[in-house]
């Protein structure tokens, strides 16, 4: 069974500036996607980012990059230039590749609060 | 595109009493259906899964139940409710891709 990590239940970082969240997985599988979520405090699920586990490459979106580790099973997500629209919870989630399913296994959260 | 109807936003509603939580989603056709539930301050939970019309797949047993009567329709149903039933429930459909979930707005339950 896959689980996923995420061992920082809540941080803060100064608006503008850079903070990195961390995520471990554990997984048998070789194909699978990761992937970062935002909930908001609309508590609506936006997804942030995907990385597929076969791309050496990192994904980036605008102000969001990831550090795929696959060897080390660890994604962490960073956001630069920090925004108050970033505050938070992010989710972490793995998803095995090929299937029909496509059954997503999340983190427990961190809670990000960017501070102006 | 997809977009994902959830209704009603917010229910509140007594101990034993049923339920019935309607997900709708519109785009791509035959999708994967999903219901989660988040307790406060947790993650997601997977709650049912649905590859098609009239499919289910249970993740956790309890007393909620899912059914797909249409291609783009999700309901969640309970006969009587637990005051562990509280939390805010998430409809998502697979899209796309790489297959990730789309999620909707939420329900937010609240029993008393």
């Known amino acids: 069974a896959q689980t996923v990590t995420q061992s920082q239940p809540e941080m803060s970082v100064q608006e503008a500036e850079t903070v990195t969240l961390s995520c471990t997985y554990d997984?048998?599988?070789?194909?699978?996607?990761l992937f970062w979520y935002k909930q908001p405090p609309s508590r609506q699920m936006i997804l942030v980012i995907r990385?597929?586990?076969?791309?050496?490459q990192n994904a980036t979106e605008n102000r969001f990059s990831v550090n795929f580790q696959k060897a080390a099973k660890s994604f962490s997500l960073k956001i630069s230039d920090s925004q108050l629209g970033d505050t938070a919870m992010y989710f972490c989630?793995?998803?095995?590749?090929?299937?029909?399913?496509?059954?997503?296994?999340f983190g427990k959260g961190t809670k990000l609060s960017v501070k102006p | 595109s997809q977009t994902i109807h959830q209704w009603p936003a917010t229910l509140v509603q007594p101990v034993g009493s049923p339920l019935s939580l309607e997900c709708t989603v519109e785009?791509?056709?035959?999708?994967?259906l999903y219901w989660y539930r988040q307790a406060a301050g947790r993650g997601l939970q997977l709650l049912f899964y649905?590859?098609?019309?009239?499919?289910i797949s249970s993740e956790v047993p309890q007393n909620l139940s899912a059914s797909r009567p249409q291609d783009r329709q999700f309901i969640l149903s309970s006969k009587k409710l637990l005051l562990s039933d509280s939390g805010f429930y998430l409809c998502?459909?697979?899209?796309?891709?790489?297959?990730?979930?789309?999620f909707g707005p939420g329900t937010r339950l609240t029993v008393l």
């Open positions: 989630a793995f998803m095995k590749r090929g299937g029909s399913q496509g059954n997503l296994i």
């Open positions: 997984t048998s599988e070789n194909n699978y996607y």
């Open positions: 990385q597929e586990a076969y791309k050496q």
């Open positions: 785009g791509t056709s035959n999708p994967n």
């Open positions: 649905s590859v098609g019309i009239g499919q």
């Open positions: 998502a459909q697979n899209s796309g891709r790489y297959n990730e979930q789309f």
